[in-house]
């Protein structure tokens, strides 16, 4: 949770602007759903995941159950972290969802590729969802954030709410950090420049997604 949070504190986000294009659908296959689904992801959702990726032939070229740190990952929903593919089939899905993934190489690395991918390659991923929590710029940590409930963050609001996320995973407080921080957070997010990051302005535009 905590570099997904220091990700939107010192960068701005992936913005996509231009014309839409029709483009291919990602194939969704639900190979297990359990019984109880007490939540469904959503874009701005922080998702944990197993993968295995296989090409068109069904040779795997990846699982995360034995490749890499042998971990599964965690990923923002819905603003490119991850392929296009995933961000589109991977939604409305619960907590233990078991789905297998088709992906047309325009929702996948298309013409260029990448490291072992070729180029214009149909990818099939197995996905199981482990886990879904809040998202950095999802309603529910806003609403935490804002501790007035004016739908509006000040710099007090943000520099405490650092403070607090730093206590919690265990790091000490850094009151010059969280300054630098809270300042570059409001010179990218308070668009207007009127000193204080609306709820508009702190949530993903999913419009774009």
């Given amino acids: ?113 990448k490291g072992k991918i070729p180029p214009e390659s149909t990818l099939t991923f197995v996905i199981e969802l482990l886990d879904i929590r809040n998202g950095p710029r999802s309603h529910e940590s806003f609403q935490e954030m804002d501790l007035n409930d004016d739908w509006r963050l000040s710099k007090h609001e943000v520099k405490e709410y650092l403070k607090k996320e730093f206590e919690r995973h265990g790091y000490p407080p850094n009151d010059t950090l969280h300054e630098n921080m809270m300042e570059d957070i409001f010179a990218k997010e308070d668009k207007n420049k009127d000193g204080f990051i609306s709820s508009r302005e702190f949530t993903y535009k999913h419009d774009e997604l």
Wanted: hydrophobic share 35%; with cysteine; glycine share 10%.
């Fill in 1 to 113: 949770m905590l570099l997904a949070m220091l990700s939107w504190l010192c960068s701005s986000l992936l913005s996509v602007s231009g014309g839409k294009l029709p483009e291919a659908e990602v194939n969704i296959e639900v190979l297990h759903r359990p019984f109880l689904c007490h939540r469904k992801s959503k874009y701005g959702d922080l998702l944990l995941v197993h993968q295995e990726g296989y090409f068109e032939n069904g040779t795997m070229f990846y699982t995360s159950r034995t490749d890499g740190d042998k971990h599964a990952m965690w990923f923002t929903l819905g603003i490119r972290e991850v392929i296009k593919g995933w961000d589109k089939g991977l939604q409305d899905m619960c907590s233990g969802e078991k789905r297998r993934l088709t992906i047309p190489p325009a929702l996948a690395y298309g013409k260029d590729g």
